[in-house]
């Protein structure tokens, strides 16, 4: 079992960035997929972006695609999620997640971290 700890929120102004860490205990991210979800008050959890640990390929939702980042560091087992050009609407609750598959579901993924509140001011 993989337990997972997010780190990196903040309160940053729009236009800014924020990176957010994903670190794995327990056993090393190989062979899963991480995603990354966010939830804002009021609305359900949603998919923001994605990769496997043995692979390039990443995915992203519409609403971040050009401006978000994901990316692995191996030897720290840890995955980044860079977000530039924050707008108001970023701000949630960014959780990080690992599933056997790379999957834009909440359900997908069995291994959760408990959160890392971003908060952008217009």
């Known amino acids: 079992q993989v337990q997972l700890v997010e780190s990196g929120g903040g309160l940053v102004q729009a236009g800014g960035s924020l990176r957010l860490s994903c670190a794995a205990s327990?056993?090393?991210?190989?062979?899963?997929?991480v995603g990354w979800f966010r939830q804002a008050p009021g609305k359900e959890r949603e998919f923001v972006a994605g990769?496997?640990?043995?692979?390039?390929?990443?995915d992203y939702s519409e609403s971040v695609q050009g401006r978000f980042t994901i990316s692995k560091e191996l030897a720290k087992n840890t995955v980044h999620l860079q977000m530039n050009s924050l707008k108001p609407e970023d701000a949630a609750v960014y959780f990080c997640?690992?599933?056997?598959?790379?999957?834009?579901?909440?359900?997908?993924?069995?291994?959760w971290g408990r959160g890392t509140q971003v908060t952008v001011s217009s």
């Open positions: 327990g056993r090393t991210f190989s062979g899963y997929a």
């Open positions: 997640a690992a599933g056997p598959t790379l999957s834009t579901h909440v359900s997908g993924y069995p291994y």
């Open positions: 990769t496997r640990w043995s692979s390039i390929k990443s």
